[in-house]
T-cell receptor
Framework: QKEVEQDPGPLSVPEGAIVSLNCTYS??????FMWYRQYSRKGPELLMY????GNKEDGRFTAQVDKSSKYISLFIRDSQPSDSATYLC??????????????FGKGTKLSVIP | GAVVSQHPSRVICKSGTSVKIECRSL??????MFWYRQFPKKSLMLMAT?????????EQGVEKDKFLINHASLTLSTLTVTSAHPEDSSFYIC????????????FGSGTQLSVL
């Protein structure tokens, strides 16, 4: 079993829909969780950062973490064509120079159709 | 968020030549930088970790003599692909952590390398 599982999609939704993106993980040591958005041939852009279980909201984006189920989600409300991109989850342990380790999901390709 | 600048964004070179890619943290000091490689429709593959002032740590299977990494200052890391071959063609992305040891990772815009 891989440490981080993420459905690669592709996922197509109509404009205005609510999008739900998910990742599961097996390593209970993961302490912090992030979501990145990557447009084609660009570097990933940090969208959300969370440290604890629960919800965190930022505009149209909500990140949800359930450590007991080892499950994280990113919700996008009122999706727009400009949200079309690949979304990568990332989770990590450690903060020291020698202990920091970040593991990425494979990414979910999202297309929002006008 | 913090800004990481990566240059060039695209490079085409002949087989056998060397290519240098620069990664700069523009508004913060980056004690640790990471270099990734990404194939089409695939996730990020960590190549190496570079810490300012020390030798880079390479992931298993990555040739250190092929991919030279230098992190000579707190704002600059370079990746040099030596004696490039067509199989080295890929999308290379750098990233950086802030000097305060934050967990957030900030990425450059990536470099598309094409070796003819």
């Amino acid at each position: 079993q891989k440490e981080v599982e993420q459905d690669p999609g592709p996922l197509s939704v109509p404009e205005g829909a609510i999008v739900s993106l998910n990742c599961t993980y097996s390593n209970s040591a993961f302490q912090y969780f992030m979501w990145y958005r990557q447009y084609s041939r660009k570097g990933p852009e940090l969208l959300m950062y969370t440290y604890s279980s629960g919800n965190k909201e930022d505009g149209r984006f909500t990140a949800q973490v359930d450590k007991s189920s080892k499950y994280i989600s990113l919700f996008i409300r009122d999706s727009q064509p400009s949200d079309s991109a690949t979304y990568l989850c990332a989770m990590g342990v450690g903060s020291g120079a020698g202990s920091y380790q970040l593991t990425f999901g494979k990414g979910t390709k999202l297309s929002v159709i006008p | 968020g913090a800004v990481v600048s990566q240059h060039p964004s695209r490079v085409i070179c002949k087989s056998g030549t060397s290519v240098k890619i620069e990664c700069r943290s523009l508004d913060f000091q980056a004690t640790t930088m990471f270099w990734y490689r990404q194939f089409p429709k695939k996730s990020l593959m960590l190549m190496a970790t570079s810490n300012e002032g020390s030798k880079a740590t390479y992931e298993q299977g990555v040739e250190k003599d092929k991919f030279l990494i230098n992190h000579a200052s707190l704002t600059l890391s370079t990746l040099t692909v030596t004696s490039a071959h067509p199989e080295d063609s890929s999308f290379y992305i750098c990233s950086a952590r802030g000097s305060r040891g934050g967990e957030k990772l900030f990425f450059g815009s990536g470099t598309q390398l094409s070796v003819l």
